[in-house]
């Protein structure tokens, strides 16, 4: 059995593109999480965003991506009770690449996707480790929460007093 792999943010330009780099191997499968008020929008945000790549529009008519209604700001990512128990048992892989990107927004606007989201995902992966053992969990995030400091940064040295540029900046740090 192959790798299933919970991609978030899988309709934005990184995520298009993470989700044509998982394409290219066989074994792999897709469950794309997709915002929309029916499953049919979401097939169809799914669907608009990826018209411009054939690869990815022959692996979801081929089945190898599935398109789930879904939202990271929503405690279970969103999804019906049914659909979470099954990809809580499904998935071996969980990449979280949905953020927020404005910067010219308050802080509170952006929390629910950039702090709750990252909450609510590692909370899913909790539960699909806890049942099987989740393979692996990547976080895309950004080289900006960082913010104001200068010169190389190291991960574990990451702290908020140098300040941010902009409410992206420090709700990606806080995620």
């Not at 789930?68 to 979280?96: F, K, N, S």
Request: charged share 25%.
């Amino acid at each position: 059995m192959g790798s299933v792999v919970l991609l978030t943010g899988g309709t934005g330009f990184l995520g298009t593109e993470i989700a044509r780099l998982l394409m290219r191997k066989p074994d792999v499968r897709i469950v794309a999480l997709v915002l929309g008020s029916e499953e049919q929008d979401a097939r169809l945000a799914a669907e608009r965003a990826w018209s411009y790549a054939p690869d990815l529009e022959d692996a979801l008519a081929a089945g190898r991506i599935d398109v789930v209604r879904g939202d990271v700001r929503r405690t279970g990512l969103g999804l019906a009770p049914a659909v979470h128990r099954e990809l809580v048992h499904r998935v071996t892989h969980l990449i979280h690449a949905a953020a927020d990107l404005r910067i010219d927004t308050a802080p509170d606007d952006l929390r629910p996707t950039n702090v709750e989201g990252v909450s609510n995902v590692l909370e899913f992966a909790q539960a699909c480790d806890a049942d099987h053992g989740l393979s692996r969990l990547s976080h895309v995030s950004t080289a900006y929460v960082a913010g104001g400091r200068p010169g190389e940064v190291p991960e574990a040295a990451l702290d908020d007093r140098f300040g941010f540029e902009n409410a992206y900046e420090l709700t990606k740090f806080e995620g």
